[in-house]
Structure formats: structure tokens, C-alpha cells
């Protein structure tokens, strides 16, 4: 398994000969020239996940792309091939296993309505296993190897962050959804992670991929 952090949560795994794109949102833009997709997945309809703007290009020059994302997404962008993909639900990419998990976005506010907001836990034969939980610290699946691991939100504390990786468990870490964060707070909380858990923690923010070691 092969991994390029884009920037946020935009996430590119490569496993399995397949290249799958997680949550292309509007605060990168790293991902809008990645091609050769086998599928497009995306966690939530918030636009630092899915770029209202220019998914359908990176759709549009992604032609044999499969393009899963939860199903409130597609009442909330327009999304050519578009298909829900609820929690608790399953697909296969080839010989790679996508599996939703959770629900519904983390709570930002008791006034705010939540939203719907599915995990990816996403592996295959012989690979790793990778967790990446979009907006939401709620769902702990089993069996994880490498967690992408929201450092900041409006919606998440750093005592909630290590308390979720702790309880994830897995052997490697590396920040995601670290948009609204300057490269100091992304210090501090990356540094908390790695003293606080047991993760061995992979700092991705220059764009290079990362072959997951076992």
C-alpha cells in the first residue's frame, strides 16, 4: 500500500493496482490533476471534502473511475456516475475491500443539524488496512493498521483526537484534515499523537508518496 496525502483529507492510495482518490475538497488543489483513478470516494457533503467546484472535472478526465460517496452527497453536489454509499455497507474495487462505517457527521454545535458522514475502511489481501474517518472521532473498527487521523475541526478537541487513536489501535498514523492549521499547530498535535499513542506517526504534508511498511 501506497499512500499521498493532497492536502486536508484528500487522500491517494495506491493498493492492490488499484488508485483510489478520498475526499477532493476545496482546500487543496494538489488532487486535481491526478489521473488513472480506479475510483473516487467521498466521507461527506462539506466542501473541504468534495470541491463543488471542480469534482466534476476530475471526474470528467477520470473516465473509468467508479465514484462512491455517501448518500446525502448527491443531493448536495452535482456528481456525474454518483453512487450512495451508506454505512454499513460494502463495495469491491478489484481485489480491494471498501467498507463504510458510522453515520453521521461529529457534532459541531447543538444548533447545527448533523449530517450524514461514513468512515472508509479500505484494504486488501495481503495489504494493510487503512481507516480513514472523514468527520467523525464516533466509529472505532477493528483491525486497523494505519489510521489517517483528523489533527483539527470545529468539531473535535486534541483530548478527543489521542482518545480515538488510542482506541483505533493502529500500528502506523498520519494527519489528515489539517486545512485550518499552520504548520506550529500541526506540530503540536502531531507531537501529542506520537508521544500519547502507540502509532508510529508519518508526517505527509510534503505530498511524497509513503509505501506502508507491515
Known amino acids: 500500500m501506497q499512500l499521498t496525502h493532497l492536502g486536508h483529507s484528500a487522500v491517494l492510495i495506491e493498493v492492490a493496482d488499484r488508485r483510489i482518490l478520498i475526499d477532493p475538497g476545496n482546500f487543496s488543489t494538489a488532487w486535481h490533476d491526478v489521473r488513472d483513478l480506479d475510483a473516487i470516494l467521498v466521507t461527506h457533503q462539506h466542501p473541504d471534502h468534495v470541491d463543488p467546484e471542480h469534482i466534476g472535472a476530475l471526474i470528467d478526465d477520470n473516465p ?27 463495495i469491491e474495487l478489484g481485489g480491494v475491500a471498501v467498507n463504510a462505517v458510522g453515520g453521521l457527521h461529529a457534532i459541531i454545535h447543538r444548533d447545527i443539524p448533523q449530517i450524514g458522514n461514513v468512515g472508509l475502511v479500505i484494504g ?34 486534541m483530548k478527543e483526537t489521542v482518545d480515538f487513536a488510542r482506541a483505533v489501535d493502529a500500528t502506523h498514523g498520519f494527519p489528515i484534515h489539517d486545512g485550518l ?17 502507540g502509532m508510529a506517526m508519518h508526517n505527509l504534508r510534503d505530498g511524497r508518496p509513503w509505501t506502508v511498511a507491515g
Open 124 to 157: 486488501a489481501e495481503g495489504e494493510p488496512t487503512l481507516f480513514h474517518p472523514g468527520d467523525s472521532l464516533a466509529t472505532v473498527p477493528s483491525g486497523i493498521d494505519v489510521l489517517a487521523a483528523p489533527l483539527y475541526g470545529p468539531w473535535a478537541a
Open 64 to 90: 473509468q473511475a467508479q465514484v462512491w460517496v455517501e448518500p446525502q452527497v448527491l443531493q448536495a453536489v452535482d456528481l456525474p456516475r454518483g453512487e450512495g454509499l451508506a454505512a454499513d455497507s460494502s
Open 181 to 197: 492549521l499552520h504548520d506550529r499547530g500541526v506540530a503540536l498535535i502531531y507531537g501529542r499523537l506520537e508521544a500519547m499513542t
